[in-house]
């Protein structure tokens, strides 16, 4: 019975593991400082990634006080292409590379004016490849922009990141207890089937520490895998 929770708790660590490895769609920064360069996000995260897919991206941009969006940025296989004269030279493709398969469709502004505030949307035209058909799905991102003489720093983000802090904390502090819990919980079921087998077979416990050291050792793993660092 022991033997079969120590490979429970080995497998729960490895699903653990896996999922942090999972794609995530932040939201971009919204506030640039004038003169410096700046990063729109944009990411869209494939939910298949065993199927194959090409994608294209284009941005629109719509300037403050204007009614319309016009057309600024493209990437595709072939590479970039701006689309506009006032953000000629001033466009760095900052998204996936070396991959038709776009995820990442973030762009870095140079030298930002306060003409760039606005809204700029991000579209990804994707193709996904299944055996007798293909998909084609459009997804949209939107990131509204304002700039500023010089950089600040918010109510909300302070509080985000303290509140951050003291999640991982939390989270830390709760995964000792468990492990602490599991590794008791562990180690009595051990020590009783161990003395059960002893009286029905006359063997000695002599694989009780061997056990024990092997739970302790995928509780110490468990605990490094999920360290404050790599949560964050």
């Known amino acids: 019975m022991a033997v079969s929770n120590l ?3 080995a497998l729960l660590c490895s699903m653990f593991a896996y999922c942090r490895g999972a794609c995530a769609e932040p939201d971009s920064d919204t ?25 294209t991206v284009q941005w629109y ?12 940025y493209t990437y595709n296989a072939e590479g970039p292409t701006i689309e506009s004269d006032n953000f000629m030279d001033r466009v760095d493709w900052n998204g996936s590379k070396r991959s038709p398969d776009i995820q990442d469709a973030s762009i ?8 760039d505030s606005g809204t700029y949307q991000c579209f990804f035209n994707r193709i996904l490849f299944y055996d007798n058909y293909e998909y084609s799905t459009t997804v949209s991102k939107v990131v509204h922009l304002t700039v500023v003489a010089k950089a600040t ?5 302070i509080v985000s990141e303290v509140m951050m802090y003291v999640t991982i904390i939390g989270l830390q502090v709760w995964l000792l207890i468990e492990m602490i819990y599991c590794y008791k919980k562990i180690s009595a079921a ?5 003395r059960e087998a002893a009286k029905n077979q006359n063997l000695p416990p002599v694989s009780q520490k061997k056990e ?13 895998h999920f360290s404050p660092n ?3």
């Open 108 to 115: 870095y502004l140079l030298n930002v004016t306060f003409n």
């Open 190 to 194: 051990g020590e009783e089937a161990l």
């Open 7 to 9: 490979l429970l708790l």
């Open 31 to 55: 506030e640039a400082v004038a003169g410096k360069g700046f990063k729109l996000g944009c990411l869209s995260c494939k939910r298949r990634s065993e199927v194959t897919g090409t994608a």
């Open 230 to 232: 790599s949560l964050c």
């Open 212 to 224: 024990q050291k092997s739970v302790i050792a995928v509780i110490f793993f468990c605990f490094l």
């Open 153 to 157: 720093r918010g109510t909300a983000s």
């Open 61 to 72: 941009f719509r300037g403050k006080g204007e009614a319309d969006f016009y057309h600024i």
